[in-house]
Structures are given as C-alpha cells and as structure tokens.
C-alpha cells in the first residue's frame, strides 16, 4: 500500500497525475459503496485513471476483505476513499491501513474550514476522532511536494 487518501473528487489531475506517478502506483482501489454500485461513475473512473494502471472499483468491506487476503499480490496499492466514513467503514471491516492522508473535502452547509482545501462537518470531525483512537496517524497533504502536516493537530486547533 503505497497511499491511503480521502478525496471526495476520487480520481482527478492530484490523483491520477502526480500521486500515482511520484508513487509509482500500479493499482489505484477506490473504496466506496456507491461509485462501485454506479456503472456511469465507474466508467467516468476508468476514463480518468491513467491507461497504464488497473483499476477496482469496490464496496468499502470487499476492498478490506481483497486487501486483507492478498489478491494483489505485490502490486503498488493507492487506496482512495470519498469521506472518512468509508474509511472507518474500512477499518471496522478489518482493512489493513496505519495511515491515512486527507485530501479534498469541500464546503458543505455547517462545515468548517481546518485547511483551504479541506472542510469538515461535525459528525465527521467525530469520525476522524474515532479513526484517529483506533491508532490511525492521519495526515493532510495536497500534493506529494507539500509537507505532510498532522491532520489532528489542525482539526483539535
């Protein structure tokens, strides 16, 4: 596994440019139950992650259950999340991450900015605390150039 990220835009230029290339990704997994059950946003996936990868579009509990098992194989992994719910999801499904990096969540009503690019709700600050106590380090970073800050150093600001 060579990223763990939320990105409610899923695959996009930061994703499919610079993270995958500077990663070397070989496999980008998005984990969320409603892109896997959408054939539309599964194929507008297929479109924007580079030719040169493979892509799996799954339901949160078969990525961790695919993971977990090995069906990768040694396949530079890139998982990528929607929100923080799919990643508690992922956790309690007993998906195998230690870190997970916090990309693009934009405005909602009643959200609250914690970097110019990320803004939370009030349950998702609770579940970013709930992430954060099963010992997950969770980071924000842009792009790969940017330093890697503590996500909830920033949110508990």
């Known amino acids: 596994m060579v ?3 939320i990105d ?4 996009h230029g930061q994703v499919a440019g610079i993270w995958s290339t500077s990663l070397s990704t070989q496999r980008i997994i998005v984990a969320n139950d409603e ?3 959408d054939p539309l946003q599964k194929s507008s996936l297929r479109m924007a992650a580079p030719s040169s990868m493979r892509l799996s579009v799954l339901p949160v509990k078969d990525a961790a259950e695919n993971i977990r098992a090995g069906k990768y194989g040694k396949q530079r992994l890139f998982l990528l999340f929607k929100n923080p719910k799919d990643v508690l999801r992922f ?3 007993d998906g195998p991450i230690k870190t997970v990096n916090v990309g693009n969540m934009s405005y909602k009503e009643g959200a609250r900015e914690v970097t110019k690019s ?3 709700l009030p349950e998702e600050e609770t579940i970013f605390e709930t992430i954060a106590s099963k010992g997950i380090n ?3 970073q842009l792009v790969p150039n940017d330093p890697s800050i503590d996500f909830m150093k920033k949110l508990r600001g």
């Open 8 to 11: 409610e835009r899923l695959i």
């Open 3 to 5: 990223n763990t990220r």
């Open 138 to 140: 969770v980071t924000a």
């Open 91 to 93: 956790i309690e499904a």
């Open 118 to 120: 990320i803004q939370v």
């Open 35 to 37: 892109a896997a059950a």
